[in-house]
């Protein structure tokens, strides 16, 4: 798929492409660099190859074919967070994030790394994110492992210390799982309540389902006391998000196949999605399978349909009666819901309608915590210097928890709380809504 693009001197005329991937709107960049001051890889370490403009300066010269991809080259695009902060305010409209994920894409292709990493990375995207038993199968033994104290003397003994390649990082930050009752699917419809505003249709995801069932719950729940009636299609499983965004192209297009199939089985008014990097990535199917004659125009439907939890619950006042939660919180932006979506008002609009709750604004809420999808074990160095300034601003807010909609968000800053000895608890936006309908 090659894309028509203005001006490029060494391709046919007009035409620029990195091997078969889009790096439409390349050439869109004036160099101005507005983007430099919002970019928290360049705020770290200064220099113009770790900006937004230096990456597109990379990128369009890979794409004319004027430089090789060297360990240098890659080092600078691997270090990009894909936050998209530099999109927010770019004043030509450079559409990073799809350039950074072709450039991604490519360095997957050109540098798949030693056997012991491509089985990794198939472990990962193929096998448990592709198929949603398999993964339920691993959460299971995850749990095991976590509550039969194994973790513990895995980690006290040292052992954690021996494994290979990057399994000491995924292993620290392996999320507690839920028991079985938190993993169980939601079903198939929950009925509204009230005069009826809508019927929707919920993505429970793939590690969000396993890690954070009860976000899900609490998502029906509240669209329910909203007037939703939630249908939950069967079938459904990753949104392929996490692939495209670590450079997984092919499965990536896959899954956001499966996707669109599972979902045109129900008929909703809506998509609701309470992850951010899910929503941001589905929200650009159309332009993911642009290339698909089969599904070009299905997603370009879909993807119009898709709206983030906070996006939907705010088109209209929260039903009451709500209950106070007289707490202080403070907001955390996703980077996918902020820059991503360009959804900044509406979470708060919600917390703001939440009887006795009391929100303090946070300073650079809108930078990111260095989760990023898997960014913070791939790149642990930059992920911790970007989570130990973030929970420096949260911990001087004063609040008692910070809120926040994304599932790698929630874990990351809960690790740098923890790192700190802090009891700042860390919440989802739909536990806190859930919490004000009187769940406990
Ligand atoms: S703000 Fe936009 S146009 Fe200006 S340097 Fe950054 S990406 Fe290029
Ligand atoms: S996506 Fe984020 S880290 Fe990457 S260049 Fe843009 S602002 Fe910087």
Not at 211 to 230: D, I, P, Q
């Amino acid at each position: 798929m090659a894309h028509t693009i203005q001006g490029s001197p060494t391709q046919s005329p007009g035409r620029l492409a990195l091997h078969g991937l889009s790096v439409e709107g390349v050439n869109q960049c004036v160099h101005c660099g507005l983007c430099l001051a919002s970019c928290p890889t360049f705020a770290e370490l200064g220099t113009e190859m770790d900006s937004p403009r230096g990456r597109i300066f990379l990128i369009k010269s890979l794409a004319e074919e004027r430089i090789a991809l060297t360990d240098s080259v890659a080092s600078h695009l691997s270090l990009c967070l894909d936050c998209r902060a530099c999109e927010t305010v770019c004043p030509a409209g450079v559409p990073y994030g799809r350039l950074i994920e072709a450039a991604k894409a490519e360095m997957e292709r050109v540098r798949p790394g030693s056997p012991l990493r491509r089985l990794f990375r198939w472990l990962n995207f193929g096998l448990l994110l592709g198929h949603p038993r398999i993964l339920a199968l691993a959460a299971a033994g995850l749990r095991l492992y976590q509550a039969s104290g194994l973790q513990f003397l895995v980690r006290s003994s040292g052992i954690v210390r021996i494994l290979p390649g990057t399994l000491p990082a995924w292993e620290a930050l392996l999320p507690p799982l839920p028991p079985r009752a938190e993993r169980a699917p939601l079903p198939p419809r929950i009925a509204a309540e009230g005069a009826r505003r809508a019927r929707v249709a919920v993505l429970t995801g793939c590690v969000q389902a396993v890690v954070f069932g009860a976000h899900n719950r609490s998502t029906a729940r509240v669209l329910a006391k909203n007037g939703c009636e939630v249908v939950v299609p069967e079938g459904q499983g990753c949104c392929g998000a996490l692939n495209a965004h670590g450079g997984d192209h092919a499965r990536a297009l896959d899954l956001a196949r499966r996707t669109i199939d599972a979902f045109e089985t129900v008929r909703a008014d809506a998509v609701i999605v309470n992850t951010s990097g899910c929503g941001a990535h589905m929200k650009a199917y159309g332009h993911l399978l642009a290339a698909d004659p089969a599904y070009a125009e299905r997603a370009t439907r879909f993807a119009a349909s898709v709206r983030d939890l906070a996006e939907f619950l705010a088109g209209e006042p929260l039903r009451g009666p709500l209950s106070p939660v007289p707490i202080t919180v403070t907001y955390h932006d996703p980077c996918h819901v902020v820059h991503g979506q360009k959804i900044r008002n509406e979470p708060r609009r919600l917390l703001a309608q939440i009887p006795g709750l009391k929100v303090v604004e946070l300073t650079e809420s809108d930078w990111c915590c260095g989760s990023a999808g898997i960014y913070n074990l791939t790149q642990p160095e930059m992920a911790t210097r970007l989570l130990h300034r973030k929970v420096s601003h949260i911990l001087a807010t004063g609040a008692g928890a910070v809120v926040t909609a994304n599932p790698g968000c929630i874990l990351q800053i809960q690790a740098g709380l923890a790192a700190h000895r802090s009891g700042v608890r860390v919440l989802h936006l739909v536990e806190l809504l859930d919490r004000a309908y009187g769940a406990q």
